[in-house]
C-alpha cells in the first residue's frame, strides 16, 4: 500500500468515526428535547415562566469546566448550550401558549 493509500484509508476509518459520533450527537439530542418537552408542558401547568436565568447560568458555568475538562473551548460549548437553549425556551413558549 502507498503512502498515499494509506492516508486515504486513514482518512476513511476516521470519517465513519465522525459519522458514528454524528448520529450519537443527533440521538442524544432529540432524547435531551424529548426531556425538555416535558418540562415545558410542566411548566405551561403550573404557569411558570419558559425560561430560568439561574438554572442557565449555572449550567453555562458547568458545561465551561466540562468543556474544560474535555479539552473542548468553553466559548465553543457555552455558544452551542445558548443554541440548545433558545430551541428550548421556544418550545416551552409554544407549550405555554396551548401549542
Known amino acids: 500500500m502507498t503512502g498515499n493509500e494509506e492516508a486515504r484509508a486513514e482518512l476513511l476509518r476516521l470519517r465513519a468515526s465522525i459519522d458514528n ?5 443527533v440521538y442524544m439530542l432529540a432524547e435531551r428535547f424529548r426531556c425538555t418537552k416535558q418540562v ?7 404557569e411558570m415562566p419558559p425560561s430560568d436565568p439561574a438554572r442557565e447560568e ?11 475538562d474535555a ?10 448550550f445558548n443554541f440548545v437553549v433558545a430551541e428550548v425556551i421556544h418550545h416551552h ?3 405555554a401558549n396551548g401549542r
Open 40 to 46: 415545558g408542558v410542566l411548566k405551561a401547568t403550573h
Open 21 to 25: 459520533i454524528d448520529a450519537a450527537l
Open 71 to 80: 479539552d473542548l473551548d468553553p466559548a465553543f460549548a457555552e455558544k452551542w
Open 58 to 68: 449555572h449550567q453555562v458555568a458547568r458545561l465551561r469546566r466540562l468543556a474544560l
Open 93 to 95: 413558549e409554544q407549550a
